[in-house]
């Protein structure tokens, strides 16, 4: 699909479909360069509707022989580039619902999207990410149509304009990517299936799977731990990319929970609770999808990825509560809980990691139903111990659309994870779940500057959002990619 700038007069045509936006305190909507002769015609369409701009409200007229979608921005004072990101999303769906092979948006106010260059880069983001739909075992299921989405704007598309179309493309092709690594079938996406999706990124990333004998012989105990109830062996997948540059940054360690399904073990989870249970690989899947795009986008900071893919399976042989593992830095965890699994592989993982000793480390992980008690389904948990990286993360939160809120690491909470019988305890208690699991973390990384993020909220919807559809959400890759761009 073609993302781009129309800077000329519109009117409608059959094939296309404009949409104009209206702010809420606006008596009409931005004419921008629609054609002078429909001005009449809409505004006594508009007047009859009653319609009044609000967020996520609109009107669809006929007229001169093409269809116009007169949409709501809500308040002026409330709009920011999420909004803007959102609208355009919506205006995508209702074109793929009405067949149209163009859409053409003209902004409401050209002194809130003054800034052309980020306007276009969440229009290209927003069209291509609401149109994703994972179709693989839907016979019917038909293809958008959409062939074009273009900014309606005085201001000619030049080289840079024509740069953040295409990184728009690179960017939503990524995370969409990553969406289907996460809604395929358990059966299908299994830690060897995982570590074959990682193999196939671009020739300019160096991809390395190593297989559950070199896992033993690295003495992840966490790792091995968790893999012992599952028939599927466990896979650890390094990913490398060097930037071309003499004196490249970094590097930066990203790190991707890559649980590929998690029952729960034998601390077994309710039925309903294991239904989206594929899905506990999103962190995975989202440095996956990072990797996709950086040869292309060309960060100037060498990148390294860490995943430990396995599933977390009740057989025969699983491990059990009260069962003592023996980590790959030598510390033992008690398992009181054989559902905290993805604390147990992020333990050996992060202490690999670490070794290396990177500028920074940032794990993405489906680890806590605490930090959806306490954030909510559209917010991650951010926690960390340096502040720099932590703000580096929010300001691209920011700028993306996917929002990260700064959790406190209380270290007096660390009591609730002493054991009897080992160095800690694998679980907390009832309270604090969120910030008890990132203490754990934190016990393996130690002086490396490092953030855990803790997607289990936003890393899969069961209800449709402007510019994604039910399932794998794809969250963190434009967040990870804006991180790396502005290191």
């Not at 033993?216 to 990913?239: D, Y």
Request: hydrophobic content about 40%.
């Amino acid at each position: 699909m073609k993302i781009g700038i129309w800077s000329a007069k519109v009117a409608p045509k059959s094939e296309a479909l404009i949409c104009l936006f209206q702010f809420e305190e606006d008596k009409s909507p931005a004419w921008g360069l629609l054609a002078d002769r429909f001005h009449g015609e809409i505004q006594k369409i508009l007047g009859l509707e009653q319609f009044k701009g609000k967020e996520g409200k609109s009107v669809l007229i006929h007229t001169g022989g093409g269809r116009i979608l007169v949409a709501g921005l809500g308040k002026r004072s409330a709009f920011d580039l999420e909004k803007w990101r959102q609208a355009a999303a919506r205006a995508a769906r209702r074109s793929r619902e009405m067949k149209a092979k163009e859409l053409l948006l003209i902004p409401a106010d050209h002194a809130v999207l003054a800034d052309t260059e980020n306007a276009l880069l969440a229009l290209g983001e927003a069209v291509s990410l609401a149109l994703y739909r994972y179709d693989r075992y839907l016979k019917d299921e038909e293809a958008s149509e959409l062939a074009a989405a273009y900014l309606v704007t005085s201001h000619r598309l030049g080289r840079r304009e024509a740069e953040l179309a295409s990184k728009a493309q690179v960017l939503a092709e990524a995370v969409n990517a990553a969406r289907t690594l996460i809604n395929e079938p358990a059966s299908t996406m299994t830690p060897e299936d995982l570590a074959r999706a990682a193999q196939s990124l671009t020739p300019g990333v160096e991809v390395m799977v190593h297989d559950e004998k070199w896992i033993q012989r690295m003495k992840m105990g966490g790792v091995m731990g968790v893999a012992r109830g599952s028939h599927r062996p466990p896979r650890f997948i390094e990913l490398r990319y060097k930037p071309r540059t003499k004196s490249p940054k970094g590097p930066i360690a990203l790190i991707g929970k890559g649980i590929t399904f998690d029952s729960g073990g034998l601390s077994l989870k309710p039925a309903k609770s294991m239904e989206t249970m594929k899905s506990d690989m999103s962190g995975a899947a989202a440095v996956i999808g990072t990797f996709r795009v950086l040869k292309e986008l060309k960060p100037e900071v060498e990148v390294r990825g860490y995943i430990a893919a396995t599933e977390n399976m009740p057989g025969g042989n699983a491990y059990k509560p009260g069962d003592v593992l023996v980590t790959m830095s030598g510390k033992t965890i008690e398992v009181n809980n054989t559902d905290a699994e993805g604390r147990l592989t992020l333990a050996d993982v992060l202490y690999h990691a670490a070794q290396a000793k990177p500028k920074a480390m940032i794990d993405l992980a489906t680890l806590t139903g605490a930090c959806v008690v306490a954030l909510g389904e559209r917010i991650a948990g951010l926690f960390g111990n340096d502040e720099k990286l932590i703000q580096g993360l929010s300001a691209s939160s920011n700028r993306t659309g996917d929002k990260l809120w700064a959790m406190p690491m209380e270290d007096d909470y660390k009591d609730l994870l002493k054991s009897d019988i080992a160095d800690m305890k694998n679980a907390g208690e009832r309270y604090a779940g969120s910030i008890t699991a990132a203490l754990f973390l934190k016990e393996f990384v130690g002086s490396v500057p490092w953030a855990h993020i803790d997607i289990a909220g936003p890393a899969f919807t069961e209800k449709e959002l402007p510019y994604c559809p039910k399932g794998g959400t794809g969250f963190g890759v434009r967040l990870l990619v804006d991180y790396l761009l502005h290191v």
